[in-house]
């Protein structure tokens, strides 16, 4: 069975840092894997969609990249922003989606 | 972009009451649904999977008999939860996509407490 794993569970930064979220999964049979930022208590918004075939996916200060090979998968956000607070969750699909459990970001004024 | 409405938001009822969530995509035609349960600090696990005009496929452990999902148009999926109970009680999130190879939308949620 799939698992998805992201690291670290939370993280806290300054304004205007630049930061990177990590996701792993075990079985790189995938068709593609995506991006989501989910806010308390609300749905998922969609981030980035990278398709197997892909190596990585960009939009505006976020880039998302995918190794396939080794099952790891990154979101880069730059220049982070207070209204960038918020879990952030990936998700592999192969037969079905698996999320991982998501980061808890912070950003600090 | 692609919008998912799901409603009601939020339900609060009576044990023994069956409640149904509606899932509905406004500009596109969803071939395929996907109905998902949230605990509290856990990730969001899949309860089922609905094609439209065919059965919908549950995932392991889901009791089909009790979360009754129908799929009868290409913009609108419900799930009902029949004589709910307080373990129940959760958030549930509905997400649509037009085709396998375009990304998954979702819905807003449902936070789902019974009593």
């Known amino acids: 069975k799939q698992e998805v794993t992201q690291i670290p569970a939370a993280l806290s930064v300054p304004e205007g840092e630049n930061l990177v979220l990590n996701c792993s999964f075990t079985?790189?049979?995938?068709?593609?894997l995506q991006w989501f930022r989910q806010d308390p208590g609300k749905g998922l918004t969609s981030l980035l969609l990278?398709?197997?075939?892909?190596r990585e996916q960009t939009s505006g200060r976020l880039n998302a990249s995918l190794d396939k090979s080794s099952g790891r998968s990154t979101l880069y956000i730059a220049a982070s922003q207070p209204g960038d607070s918020a879990t952030y969750l990936c998700?592999?699909?192969?037969?079905?989606?698996?999320f991982g459990t998501g980061t808890s970001l912070t950003v600090i004024p | 972009g692609a919008v998912v409405s799901q409603h009601p938001s939020r339900v609060i009822c009576k044990s023994g009451t069956s409640v149904k969530i509606e899932c509905r995509s406004l500009?596109?035609?969803?071939?395929?649904m996907f109905w998902y349960r949230q605990f509290p600090k856990q990730s969001l696990m899949l309860m089922a999977t609905?094609?439209?005009?065919?059965?919908?496929?549950?995932e392991q452990g889901v009791e089909k008999d009790k979360f009754l999902i129908n799929h009868a148009s290409l913009t609108l999926s419900t799930l009902t939860v029949t004589s709910a109970h307080p373990e129940d009680s959760s958030f549930y999130i509905c997400?649509?996509?037009?085709?396998?190879?375009?990304?998954?939308?979702f819905g807003d949620g449902t936070r789902l407490s019974i009593l």
């Open positions: 997400s649509a996509r037009e085709s396998s190879n375009q990304p998954q939308h």
């Open positions: 079985d790189s049979a995938i068709y593609n």
């Open positions: 990278i398709q197997s075939s892909q």
């Open positions: 998700a592999v699909f192969g037969n079905q989606f698996y």
């Open positions: 500009d596109f035609q969803a071939t395929t």
């Open positions: 609905s094609n439209e005009g065919s059965k919908a496929t549950y």
